[in-house]
C-alpha cells in the first residue's frame, strides 16, 4: 500500500519523506489555505515547491467547477511538474473532465467519492485515483472501510486499473484497516503515520536494553 501525506505543509513532507515511506502528496483547497497559501501565483509555486521535495505523485485540485474551467486549470497544473495529478471533484462536469483527461494520458484523481456508484462512473472515465473519503463517512455513522472493499471489489471484477485511495484518514486505525482490505493507496496525516510507530512494549524493551547496557558498561 502506497502512504500519501495529506498536507500543504513542507515541513511536514519533508518529514514524512525523511521517514522513507513516503509515496506521494495529496493537497485540496482547504489545506493550501490552512497554510496560508493564496493567489493563483502562489498556489503554483507551492505545488513546485511540494514536488521538489517528494518522488512521487502530488495531487493538485482544481477550482472550476465547469468542465472548460477545470480543462483549463487541469492544462496549467501539469505544466509545473510531471508529478502532478490533476484532481477533480465527483460531479458530471467532473467525470466530463476525467474522460478529457484520459484521452490525454493525463492522470487524475476524482476526489469526493462517497459511494460505489460514483467510484464505478470515475474508473469508467478512466480515473488514475478514485478518492473516498473514510473518515468523513465515519463522522455520519457510515462504514468508511466497508465501501473501500465494496469499490475493490467492483474493480477486480471488471479489471479497471483506477486505484483506490483512501481519503479522509483520521488515525493509524484507519491505516491498518485500508491496509487489510487492499487499498492501493492511503493519505493522511503526518500524526496518523507516526502513530504507526508507537507501541508501549518497544518503549518498555528499548529502555531494559538500555538499562541493561549502562549496567555492564558503566563507564560508557
Do not use: W
Given at each position: 500500500?502506497?502512504?500519501f501525506i495529506?498536507?500543504a505543509n513542507?515541513?511536514e513532507?519533508?518529514?514524512?519523506?525523511?521517514?522513507?515511506?513516503l509515496?506521494?502528496?495529496?493537497?485540496?483547497?482547504s489545506?493550501?489555505?490552512?497554510e496560508?497559501?493564496?493567489g493563483k501565483?502562489n498556489i503554483m509555486r507551492h505545488?513546485?515547491?511540494?514536488?521538489?521535495?517528494?518522488d512521487?505523485?502530488?495531487?493538485?485540485?482544481v477550482?472550476?467547477?465547469d468542465?472548460a474551467?477545470?480543462?483549463?486549470e487541469?492544462?496549467?497544473l501539469?505544466?509545473?511538474?510531471?508529478?502532478?495529478?490533476?484532481?477533480?471533484?465527483?460531479?458530471?462536469?467532473?467525470v466530463?473532465?476525467l474522460?478529457?483527461?484520459?484521452?490525454?494520458g493525463?492522470?487524475?484523481?476524482?476526489?469526493l467519492?462517497?459511494?460505489?456508484?460514483?467510484a464505478?462512473l470515475?474508473?469508467?472515465?478512466?480515473?488514475?485515483?478514485?478518492?473516498?473519503?473514510i473518515?468523513?463517512?465515519?463522522?455520519?455513522?457510515?462504514d468508511?472501510?466497508?465501501?473501500?472493499?465494496?469499490?475493490?471489489?467492483?474493480y477486480?471484477?471488471?479489471?479497471?486499473?483506477?486505484?483506490?485511495?483512501?481519503?479522509?484518514?483520521?488515525?493509524?486505525?484507519?491505516?491498518?484497516?485500508?491496509?487489510?482490505?487492499?487499498?492501493d493507496?492511503?493519505?493522511g496525516p503526518?500524526?496518523?503515520m507516526?502513530?504507526?510507530?508507537?507501541?508501549?512494549?518497544?518503549?518498555?524493551?528499548?529502555?531494559?536494553?538500555?538499562?541493561?547496557?549502562?549496567?555492564g558498561?558503566?563507564n560508557t
Amino acid at each position: 500500500m502506497k502512504f500519501f501525506i495529506d498536507t500543504a505543509n513542507l515541513a511536514e513532507i519533508q518529514e514524512a519523506q525523511a521517514l522513507g515511506v513516503l509515496d506521494g502528496v495529496t493537497t485540496n483547497p482547504s489545506l493550501m489555505a490552512k497554510e496560508g497559501i493564496t493567489g493563483k501565483d502562489n498556489i503554483m509555486r507551492h505545488y513546485k515547491a511540494i514536488c521538489d521535495i517528494v518522488d512521487g505523485d502530488v495531487s493538485a485540485e482544481v477550482i472550476s467547477i465547469d468542465l472548460a474551467g477545470m480543462i483549463r486549470e487541469g492544462e496549467e497544473l501539469i505544466e509545473i511538474d510531471d508529478k502532478i495529478v490533476v484532481k477533480i471533484p465527483m460531479t458530471k462536469e467532473g467525470v466530463k473532465a476525467l474522460k478529457y483527461f484520459s484521452g490525454k494520458g493525463v492522470r487524475t484523481n476524482c476526489t469526493l467519492i462517497f459511494s460505489a456508484g460514483q467510484a464505478l462512473l470515475a474508473a469508467k472515465a478512466g480515473a488514475t485515483y478514485v478518492s473516498p473519503f473514510i473518515g468523513r463517512l465515519d463522522d455520519i455513522s457510515t462504514d468508511g472501510i466497508a465501501l473501500i472493499e465494496q469499490i475493490l471489489l467492483i474493480y477486480r471484477n471488471y479489471g479497471f486499473d483506477t486505484q483506490v485511495l483512501a481519503a479522509s484518514v483520521r488515525h493509524p486505525m484507519h491505516i491498518i484497516q485500508c491496509a487489510e482490505v487492499g487499498a492501493d493507496v492511503m493519505t493522511g496525516p503526518l500524526s496518523a503515520m507516526e502513530a504507526l510507530l508507537k507501541h508501549p512494549l518497544t518503549d518498555i524493551g528499548l529502555e531494559k536494553f538500555l538499562s541493561d547496557y549502562k549496567k555492564g558498561n558503566p563507564n560508557t
